[in-house]
C-alpha cells in the first residue's frame, strides 16, 4: 500500500469541495460537507473492540494537515489499547467553568423535578447570584473563598436565598469531585465560616378570618380585572394555593361531581390532590365559563390566553391596602377551621393538602376524608358568604374595565 491510499485529499479539495457528502482520506479521518456547506472533521476508529466516532473540529479552524496529525495520534493509541475519546472528554471538562458545570448540572436534575418554577428558580438564583464572581472561573479553581464571597452579601439580608444558593453552589461542586476535577467540595465549609443565619422563615401575612368576608368585598368592589377577581375568590373559597389556581384548567374541573382535581405535576407534595367544590365555588365557575377564553383552556386566563402571573394576588392586594398573601388566605382558612368548627385535624390538614408526618395520622389518613372536606369547604363558603355571582356584576366589570 502506497502512502497516497492515507492522504487521499488534497488541501485544494478541501477548500473549494461544496457538494454534500463524506471524503475519506486514511486512518479513519473523514471530511463531512454537510447540505448548509459547512465542513466538518470527523474519524471513525474502533477503540476496544467497539466502533466509535470522535469530532476533531470544523474546516478552516482545523486544517487537513492538523486533522490528520490528530487522526494519526488517536489512532496510535486506540492500537495500543487506550481511548483517545475518554482522553478528548476529559480534556474538555479540565477546561469547564464553574458556569458551564452549573449548566450540565441543571440539566442533569431538570427531568426530576415536577415543579417547574423550581426549575427555573435553581439556574437563575444561580446566574443571578453567582456567576457574575466565579462563573467564568475554572470549576477545579473555585475556593472556600470564593463561595464565602459570593454569599456574605446575602446571608443575613436574604437568608432564605442565601441558603439554596448555597446548596445550588454544593451541588455543582459535587459534580466537580464526582467527575475527578477536584478532591474536594469548597462548599462545605461555608457554615463553619459565616455567622448563624436566624432560625425559622418569615410566614406568609394573612388576615384573621372575620376580615376575609371584606377582603373578599373589597375586591369585588374594586376595579381589578373580572378574570383576576374570580380567581381571588376561587383561591379564598377552595384554600388552594396561588400556583394551583393560576395554571388550572377546564379539563380538571368536574362540575357535576363538583370536583378540581389537581394534578400530581402541580402539587406541592407531589401527589394529585381532590379538592370539593362548595357551591360559592360552583357559582365563581359558572361566572369564569362567561369569560372563558378560545385561546386557553386555563379556567383563569390572563390576555392573549396566558396564565395570570405570579404576582398577581399580590400585587393586586397591596393595591387594595389588604396586608395579605395569597398563600395566607390558607392560614386564615385553617384557624377558622380550628377555632370554629369541630372537625378533626387530619380532615382539616387534607383539605389543604397537608403531608401528615406522624405515622399514626398518616395510617388513619388513607380512609376515605374527601366527604367530610366536602363538608368543611361548604361550611368555610357558608361562613364568607361572598356575594353570589351574577351577570350583573360582570357588566359592571367590563364596563370599568372600559
Known amino acids: 500500500m502506497g502512502n497516497r491510499e492515507y492522504n487521499r485529499l488534497q488541501a485544494s479539495f478541501v477548500r473549494n469541495v461544496a457538494a454534500p457528502g463524506h ?24 477503540i476496544r473492540g467497539k ?30 489499547g487506550g481511548d483517545p475519546l475518554s482522553e478528548k472528554r476529559r480534556e474538555q471538562v479540565a477546561t469547564t467553568t464553574f458556569a458551564e458545570a452549573a449548566r450540565k448540572v441543571y440539566e442533569l436534575r431538570r427531568p426530576g423535578w415536577r415543579n417547574v418554577k423550581h426549575a427555573e428558580q435553581w439556574i437563575t438564583t444561580l446566574e443571578q447570584y453567582v456567576f457574575p464572581r466565579i462563573g467564568d ?3 477545579a479553581e473555585v475556593s ?15 437568608p432564605t436565598t442565601a441558603k ?12 466537580a469531585v464526582a467527575q475527578g476535577l477536584r478532591p474536594d467540595n469548597p462548599a462545605d465549609a461555608v457554615k463553619a465560616v459565616l455567622a448563624r443565619q436566624p432560625n425559622g422563615s418569615t410566614p406568609q401575612r394573612s388576615l384573621p378570618y372575620n376580615e376575609v368576608e ?30 394551583e389556581i393560576r395554571f388550572a384548567t377546564w379539563n380538571e374541573i368536574d362540575l357535576e361531581a363538583a370536583t378540581w382535581t389537581v394534578p400530581a405535576s402541580r402539587m406541592k ?23 372563558r377564553s378560545e385561546q386557553s383552556d386555563l379556567v383563569f386566563p390572563s390576555r392573549g390566553g396566558r396564565p395570570l402571573t405570579e404576582r398577581c394576588f399580590v400585587q393586586a392586594l397591596s393595591r387594595l391596602g389588604i396586608d395579605a398573601t395569597a398563600h395566607g388566605f390558607r392560614a386564615s382558612f385553617r384557624v377558622w377551621a380550628q377555632e370554629r368548627t369541630s372537625f378533626p385535624r387530619e380532615v382539616c390538614e387534607a383539605a389543604l393538602a ?26 368555610w363558603a357558608q361562613f364568607l358568604n361572598p356575594e353570589p355571582a351574577g351577570v350583573v356584576r360582570l357588566d359592571v366589570h367590563r364596563e370599568a374595565a372600559r
Not at 282 to 288: G, R, Y
Open 23 to 46: 471524503y475519506w482520506d486514511g486512518h479513519g479521518l473523514i471530511l463531512r460537507v454537510t447540505a448548509a456547506g459547512t465542513k466538518q472533521w470527523v474519524q471513525r476508529l474502533r
Open 51 to 80: 466502533r466509535r466516532e470522535l469530532g476533531l473540529g470544523g474546516f478552516p479552524l482545523v486544517t487537513l494537515a492538523q486533522a490528520r496529525e490528530t487522526a494519526l495520534t488517536n489512532r496510535r493509541e486506540a492500537r495500543a
Open 137 to 139: 472561573c475554572g470549576v
Open 144 to 158: 472556600t473563598e470564593d463561595v464565602i464571597a459570593v454569599l456574605t452579601p446575602i446571608w443575613h439580608q436574604k
Open 164 to 175: 439554596r444558593v448555597r446548596q445550588r453552589i454544593d451541588a455543582v461542586l459535587t459534580w
Open 214 to 243: 371584606n377582603a373578599i368585598a373589597a375586591v369585588q368592589r374594586s376595579n381589578v380585572a373580572p378574570i383576576l377577581m374570580l380567581a381571588f375568590e376561587f383561591l379564598v373559597l377552595t384554600a388552594a394555593r396561588a400556583g
Open 269 to 291: 407534595a407531589g401527589r394529585a390532590h381532590r379538592v370539593p367544590l362548595s357551591q360559592g365555588a360552583l357559582d365563581v365557575l359558572a361566572e369564569a365559563r362567561v369569560l
Open 354 to 379: 397537608h403531608t401528615l408526618k406522624d405515622k399514626a395520622e398518616a395510617a388513619y389518613a388513607r380512609s376515605d376524608l374527601f366527604e367530610r372536606c366536602r363538608e368543611l369547604m361548604e361550611r
